[in-house]
């Protein structure tokens, strides 16, 4: 891993989980010193997230952390339905015995995680497991997409949700999701999916509201 991979690790964890907020600079300056890294890692850093839409360039500022924006937001959430409803319609066709564990195993791993209450775990556990719905799609763009359009779909959910009291039965949500992808119920299993990333883009916006 080079010095401009761990620098894009970093600041993508950060802004991920909200450490850098929407609309804060990213100076370069403030960024050696918060990571202990020269300015060229960092500048091919940002680069990097500007072209994932997770900093942008302000005009006489250098990068910012991209603003929330809920017309984005529900971009971003029905181009990642579009992606991985037909990710996972083709991983149903396609999955072998491998697939079929992979599921299960990021099913349990994500259920201890949220009965454990470890927010990192649980957003790293979850990320796998819908990765795992879609792991034997057989393409290697509709993966590379789905992942950008992942972050760009969370970082709205981690930050926002944190501390959401309404009721939902959100690990209920994936279990239906495992089964119908097992059972391999090609029509419903899609359909569960885009109503699971929908539902949580209506808290999302709600949230934003309140």
């Given at each position: ?204 916006a709600a949230r934003m509201a309140a």
């Amino acid at each position: 891993m080079t010095l401009a991979d761990t620098a894009y690790d970093s600041l993508r964890r950060d802004i991920m989980r909200g450490h850098l907020p929407p609309g804060q600079p990213l100076r370069l300056e403030a960024l050696r010193s918060r990571y202990d890294m020269g300015f060229s890692p960092l500048r091919e850093a940002l680069n990097r997230l500007q072209s994932e839409r997770l900093v942008v360039s302000a005009s006489m500022k250098g990068f910012i952390v991209a603003p929330l924006s809920l017309p984005e937001m529900w971009e971003a959430i029905e181009a990642r339905v579009l992606v991985e409803t037909e990710a996972l319609r083709l991983s149903i066709l396609r999955g072998d015995d491998v697939w079929e564990a992979g599921i299960v195993a990021a099913l349990h791993a994500l259920g201890r995680a949220a009965a454990r209450g470890e927010p990192e775990a649980l957003e790293a556990r979850h990320a796998e497991f819908h990765l795992s719905l879609i792991a034997a799609c057989g393409s290697g763009w509709l993966l590379d997409f789905a992942r950008k359009l992942s972050a760009a779909t969370e970082r709205y959910r981690a930050p926002v949700l944190a501390g959401d009291t309404a009721p939902r039965d959100v690990q209920g949500e994936h279990a239906a999701l495992a089964e119908a992808a097992l059972a391999r119920r090609a029509d419903e299993a899609p359909a569960l999916l885009a109503v699971h990333y929908r539902r949580t883009g209506e808290r999302i916006a709600a949230r934003m509201a309140a």
